[in-house]
């Protein structure tokens, strides 16, 4: 089996060669067909975020991730074995053969949180696949349970891979807004496409999106945005509010940086809502007297549970939705994948296909 490590942090990924694992148990081993290449990859990459206010960055050493460790929580792959304690229950439709999404988001799998279907929130022991353990940068992957494999029935693996992490998470941050007005997104990454395509879908009014790069606003342009603004502007503000044609109640922060997170406190009138989604980083800098008088809500959004990842896939069948813009990659090429969504190169998602 082939795969490509971070070995040690900031650090050219590690190409391995090994035996391809068996499954043992309820694991189910499968033959990767596509990983998508995420941002917060690049944050496992290079072990941390920033906190902002002078504090130390939070190391995902001290948050239980340890290396050497394959990367890739946006894995889509076609079965090839089941463990020998599988059973014909655990299975349901799956057969060798069927191509399947894998839900990557696990937890502990015996506290109240995750026994109550929200493994996205154990906080006792998080067992993401591609963080806490090895996921889709390699040939072959092994999933610990045949309930966390979602058959595509005839989607496309390259566009189906983001489904597992941006689709999810954009799905999961709509779910908390109004969209009976214009929301503001912030960021026109992988994410913000991503947005666009399903807030149509689930009857939303549309979207301003805010970017500081031309390219990725164009594409937000092209994908249905009711208009775009760029974030450096010194009239920013002046823009949101004018384009928005009245109060502004829900904003969705994509990129979770000091800068985006000001600008979306500042655009929302009373009443209203920010949801913080980004892992950019930094600290918040918006006056706290404001938070009580503006009864603004301030919410953070983890990725989404297994039950919003299976409603979105029968959501991008049943109403057709087209897939983001897709930047397909020999898995050999992980390492210029990464550098190229660092440098801010990739319009949409790169996918490495083994």
């Not at 906080?123 to 092994?142: E, F, Q, R, T």
């Not at 489904?163 to 999961?172: D, F, P, W």
């Not at 775009?228 to 044609?245: H, I, S, W």
Request: with cysteine; net charge positive; hydrophobic share 40%.
């Amino acid at each position: 089996m082939k795969s490509f490590q971070v070995a040690d942090f900031n650090a050219p990924l590690k190409e391995v060669d090994q035996p391809t694992p068996q499954p043992s148990g309820t694991q189910v081993l499968i033959k990767v067909k596509a990983a998508g290449v995420c941002h917060s990859d690049l944050h496992i990459w290079e072990g941390g975020y920033d906190l902002g206010h002078g504090r130390k960055p939070l190391s995902l050493k001290d948050r239980g991730v340890s290396l050497p460790r394959t990367m890739g929580h946006e894995t889509v792959g076609e079965i090839a074995a089941f463990g020998p304690d599988v059973t014909a229950a655990d299975k349901g439709e799956l057969k060798v053969g069927d191509i399947a999404l894998v839900y990557p988001w696990l937890g502990c799998g015996k506290c109240p949180t995750c026994l109550g279907g929200e493994e996205n929130m154990c906080a006792i022991k998080p067992n993401a696949l591609g963080v806490y353990c090895d996921g889709g940068y390699a040939d072959h992957m092994i999933v610990p349970n045949a309930k966390y494999l979602i058959n595509l029935k005839g989607l496309d693996p390259v566009t189906a891979a983001p489904y597992a992490c941006s689709g999810v998470t954009t799905y999961s941050a709509l779910k908390k807004v109004d969209l009976s007005t214009p929301i503001v997104v912030f960021g026109a990454g992988g994410l913000g496409l991503m947005l666009l395509s399903l807030l149509k879908a689930m009857g939303g009014r549309g979207a301003i999106v805010v970017d500081i790069d031309a390219r990725k606003r164009e594409a937000a342009e092209a994908a249905g945005a009711l208009a775009t603004v760029d974030g450096k502007a010194p009239d920013a503000l002046e823009q949101l509010q004018r384009k928005a044609g009245g109060p502004i109640r829900a904003v969705i922060d994509l990129v979770g940086s000091a800068q985006t997170t000001q600008l979306g406190f500042d655009c929302l009138a009373k009443g209203g809502k920010l949801v913080i989604v980004g892992l950019f980083g930094g600290g918040a800098t918006f006056p706290l007297p404001l938070i009580p008088i503006k009864a603004v809500t301030i919410q953070g959004s983890y990725v989404g549970n297994l039950r919003e990842t299976q409603e979105l896939l029968d959501l991008v069948r049943t109403k057709k939705i087209p897939p983001i813009p897709v930047t397909k990659l020999p898995l050999a090429k992980a390492n210029e994948a990464l550098l190229d969504l660092q440098k801010g190169k990739l319009v949409g998602r790169a996918v490495l296909t083994p």
